[in-house]
């Protein structure tokens, strides 16, 4: 799956903060050190605090943790090369409203591509929590 390439956003950059931006590169990198690069996300007071103390948003410093907690969500994929074949799987599962169907692997010379599909009744879902964002992880292996 490849991502949409990154635009600037502005062409402009003041050169007299590169050893900022170069410091608060640092300070991320220290950051997920202490932490054992699990650095979980910080209580609401302290966001309020610090918002205060550096005249910045709330909820610009709740962007900036949430972004720093998802880092793995960024890293490169893996470009898929050589194709190798088509293996059908047509395996479904319905589970808290959600039908989940796995209809196919494409296998690559370097990695496998499984097509995952998710449908619901958004008539049914009235709870805005209904909306959030899932996250999915596969294991193979033995059951």
Known sequence: MKRMPFVRPTEHYDPQIITVDKELCSLIQQRKQLSDNNPGFPPLE?????????????????????????????????????????IPVLQAIEKEGLFFTLTSIRQYSNVSVITLSMDWDMTALQDQNSYKHRHFELFIGEA
């Open 46 to 86: 302290l966001i309020s605090e610090w918002a205060s103390e550096y005249d910045l948003y709330d909820d610009f410093l709740k962007a900036v943790f949430g972004t720093l907690l998802s880092e793995e969500y960024f890293k490169p994929y893996v470009e898929p090369m050589g194709f190798r074949q088509h």
